[in-house]
T-cell receptor, first 113, second 114 residues
Framework: QQQVKQSPQSLIVQKGGISIINCAYE??????FPWYQQFPGKGPALLIA?????SEKKEGRFTISFNKSAKQFSLHIMDSQPGDSATYFC????????????FGAGTILRVKS | NAGVTQTPKFQVLKTGQSMTLQCAQD?????MSWYRQDPGMGLRLIHY???????DQGEVPNGYNVSRSTTEDFPLRLLSAAPSQTSVYFC?????????????FGEGSRLTVL
């Protein structure tokens, strides 16, 4: 039973396009939603994170959109570049459980040049 | 600046063998954890520790043991390896167990159990 459902499983985007990855969660007690980026042969690394008191957070070309009522959040990568090709994981946690992150299944992004 | 160091990077075991995956961090982080990564399942928490001498179970703890005798080290022990434990294992640490603390991951240990 996956508490955080992520889609799509894989994604191919042309260079300069917008990459969109979606996640849905069930546990309304979750109050921290990070995205991690993983390159082949490496461990995941924090990309961007959001708390449920805001609906959007932007860092450079990366934006998280958060819809609390729908229990969904998404990652948008604007002007996608070949260097963005990686696996992306959404995650969630409950404040009282500290850093016990629950991860989505991951999305393999390929940006074609 | 080493960060989180995992050894070995690759290991092949036979069913029933035991082994220890090593994890060390040099950032004086309180919180350390072990995840396993399997295709289509993301990363799943095995065990975690909020400080030296304190450990607890995650989502998939069966077949694994951990201990935390020092702040720096958090080894993961497989007692009797099974093919279902074939996976990539990641150790991660953060400064505090409070949420919002960035998790720093090692580069992973790829384990194959025959």
């Amino acid at each position: 039973q996956q508490q955080v459902k992520q889609s799509p499983q894989s994604l191919i985007v042309q260079k300069g396009g917008i990459s969109i990855i979606n996640c849905a969660y069930e546990n309304t007690a979750f109050d921290y939603f990070p995205w991690y980026q993983q390159f082949p042969g490496k461990g995941p690394a924090l990309l961007i994170a959001i708390r449920p008191d805001v609906s959007e957070k932007k860092e450079g070309r990366f934006t998280i959109s958060f819809n609390k009522s729908a229990k969904q959040f998404s990652l948008h990568i604007m002007d996608s570049q070949p260097g963005d090709s990686a696996t992306y994981f959404c995650a969630a946690s409950r404040r009282i459980y500290g850093n016990k992150l629950v991860f989505g299944a991951g999305t393999i992004l390929r940006v074609k040049s | 600046n080493a960060g989180v160091t995992q050894t070995p990077k690759f290991q092949v075991l036979k069913t029933g063998q035991s082994m220890t995956l090593q994890c060390a961090q040099d950032m004086n982080h309180e919180y350390m954890s072990w995840y396993r990564q399997d295709p289509g399942m993301g990363l799943r928490l095995i065990h975690y520790s909020v400080g030296a001498g304190i450990t607890d179970q995650g989502e998939v703890p069966n077949g694994y043991n951990v201990s935390r005798s020092t702040t720096e080290d958090f080894p993961l022990r497989l007692l009797s390896a099974a093919p279902s434990q074939t996976s990539v294992y990641f150790c991660a640490s953060s400064y505090s167990s409070s949420p919002g603390g960035e998790l720093f991951f090692g580069e992973g240990s790829r384990l194959t159990v025959l």
